[in-house]
């Protein structure tokens, strides 16, 4: 098969199968001869900010000249982001190596009447088999969806486990309330390894706390009076964390206020692994400052920016950092994803920033909503606005509609950012 014919084929799966257990991950780990003792695992869960959190540690791991593997979804542009080694995404030449070697053990446990592994599981499988071929010995996974019962958490013995905030997110799977979707979270925590954790949210501290004693797992919270701002730009924030006698000043490139809570959080992920990883505080204060993650309020041209806030609780975030960096009415292009909570989101939206323009566009996906649906829902919200279906022409729109000075966010799902990425040809300024 070509590297298209792979990648058409891995996103039919979908169409074809469904999770399976992590009895059924193992076996497939197995076949492929991956063990976990070959690497040394991070593991990070989380509603929001799990990617940023492993970049910032990638990023330490990567200057400190160790050998790192980074797993992490959804990609923006290309399958081939999801397996970063060392700093750098695999090649299509090792993407298809990967599909073709797990394709070979699934048509084994197929024939032997085992059922076909999901996207995910797929994915996740073949970035082990890299991992392992280029013998990383850092291994940071990003979990896909909630946590105890994810592809990632197979492994019984990580060096140390992370969990970002947490919301209301994938209420039919995950439960519906922030408890239960904390406990799902909670699931990556294993006897006796450290876990730092957001604690901004009481209630789902509480449980990651109650889980971690269970388990005789030292734990780490993170709280936000801990975190100080020094000064925040539209492009970068300087800020300082306290943890006791640890007074630390940290400047990431970011101008979004929640990027300090992930890097207060990847600092101490690093800081417990001191012994480990010999990388001193200095170190990683310089490498964290370096720090690149596509999507994240990130300025993607002059005056434009794209952030991949995709629930309610992002878009919340989000709106903050537009009334931060904006100096007068800005733009919105818009759209989500059915499942998600779009209605809390645009009510958000419409409550908390004075758009001078809302442009509603489709993103190419099945589960893309309806722009027309979303129509609706501003209008609820006694807000106009215009919709573009196609993302190419809502892009040209706003940039031709932008005035001198004006700043343009494009927002609500880390999938039009990616395809946002494509047409704007991922220039950074």
């Known amino acids: 098969m070509t590297y298209e014919e792979i990648c058409n084929y891995i996103y039919e799966i979908p169409k074809f199968t469904k999770k399976n257990s992590l009895e059924h991950t193992k076996e497939m780990l197995q076949r492929l001869s991956i063990r976990e003792h070959q690497f040394e695992i991070i593991h990070v869960a989380g509603s929001n900010g799990k990617g940023s959190v492993c970049a910032f540690i990638n990023q330490v791991l990567v200057e400190h000249g160790c050998e790192v593997g980074l797993f992490t979804s959804p990609h923006l542009v290309c399958m081939e982001e999801r397996f970063v080694i060392n700093g750098e995404k695999c090649s299509q030449e090792e993407f298809v190596e990967s599909f073709e070697a797990v394709q070979k053990v699934v048509e084994q446990m197929e024939a032997e009447g085992l059922p076909h592994p999901a996207f995910f599981e797929y994915l996740f499988a073949m970035g082990m088999y890299l991992f392992q071929k280029r013998k990383v010995h850092y291994l940071i996974l990003e979990t896909g969806l909630g946590g105890r019962l994810d592809a990632t958490n197979v492994f019984e013995e990580p060096l140390l486990t992370i969990i970002t905030s947490i919301s209301l997110e994938h209420t039919q799977i995950l439960g519906d309330s922030i408890e239960a979707i904390a406990g799902e979270k909670a699931g990556i925590i294993k006897e006796g390894v ?195 279906e196609d993302c190419a022409q809502a892009y040209r729109y706003v940039k031709e509609y932008r005035k001198d000075n004006q700043m343009v966010f494009c927002a609500g799902s880390l999938y039009l950012i990616g395809e946002l990425e494509k047409i704007a040809g991922g220039n950074e300024a």
């Open 194 to 388: 450290p876990v730092i954790f957001d604690g901004s949210n009481e209630t789902a501290a509480e449980v990651i706390r109650q889980t971690a004693r269970a388990k005789r797992a030292p734990y780490y919270c993170i709280s936000l009076e801990s975190l100080k701002i020094h000064k925040i730009t539209g492009k970068t924030i300087d800020f300082c964390y306290t943890n006791g006698y640890d007074v630390v000043d940290l400047k990431i490139p970011f101008p979004a206020e929640y990027q300090m809570m992930n890097a207060s959080l990847a600092y101490r992920a690093l800081s417990v692994l001191q012994v480990e990883t010999g990388i001193g505080k200095a170190e990683i204060i310089s490498a964290m400052e370096h720090t690149r993650w596509m999507g994240r309020m990130q300025q993607a041209e002059p005056f434009i920016y794209f952030d991949g806030a995709h629930n309610a609780d992002g878009i919340a975030h989000f709106v903050k950092n537009v009334q931060k960096i904006a100096e007068e009415k800005p733009v919105l292009l818009f759209s989500m994803m059915e499942e998600k909570n779009h209605k809390e989101a645009v009510k958000v939206l419409c409550k908390e920033v004075a758009w001078d323009s809302i442009v509603l566009t489709r993103i190419p996906d099945s589960r893309g909503i309806d722009p027309l649906k979303l129509q609706d829902e501003f209008m609820a919200n006694d807000r106009e606005t215009v919709v573009i």
